[in-house]
């Protein structure tokens, strides 16, 4: 049964960091892109990164760039996602998802079929 399980939120003071994972079952990640997403209250559903299929290609969103880095695990099939330098606007619950139809890796969230439950992120002092 294919399944994605994030893992690693919190409570972190601005300009601390956090560590997310993504925990892929059902399937290896040589068969999806992945992406992380997030979504505050009262605002729409965010493309943070991307690591395609093939996992040489990474994305990032403006507000993250050099911030955020994306990176996946084949032994463990996971995805994680370092988060330094946090800051309070980056507060949302963030999920993960996969792209079965992947031509690179796509931000785009209405690409992804199948998705986590997700992980609180709270970054407040």
């Known amino acids: 049964q294919l399944q994605l399980v994030e893992s690693g939120g919190g409570l972190v003071q601005p300009g601390g960091s956090l560590r997310l994972s993504c925990a892929a079952s059902g399937f290896t990640l040589d068969d999806a892109a992945i992406g992380w997403f997030r979504q505050a209250p009262g605002k729409e559903r965010e493309g943070v990164s991307c690591?395609?299929?093939?996992?040489?290609?990474?994305g990032y969103g403006d507000s993250v760039k050099g911030r955020f880095t994306i990176s996946r695990d084949n032994a463990k099939n996971t995805v994680d996602l370092q988060m330094n330098n946090l800051k309070p606007e980056d507060t949302a619950i963030y999920f993960c998802a996969a792209d079965f139809k992947p031509t690179f890796c796509s931000r785009a969230a209405g690409r992804y079929s199948d998705w986590g439950q997700g992980t609180q992120v709270t970054v407040s002092s």
């Open positions: 690591i395609s299929s093939s996992g040489d290609i990474r």
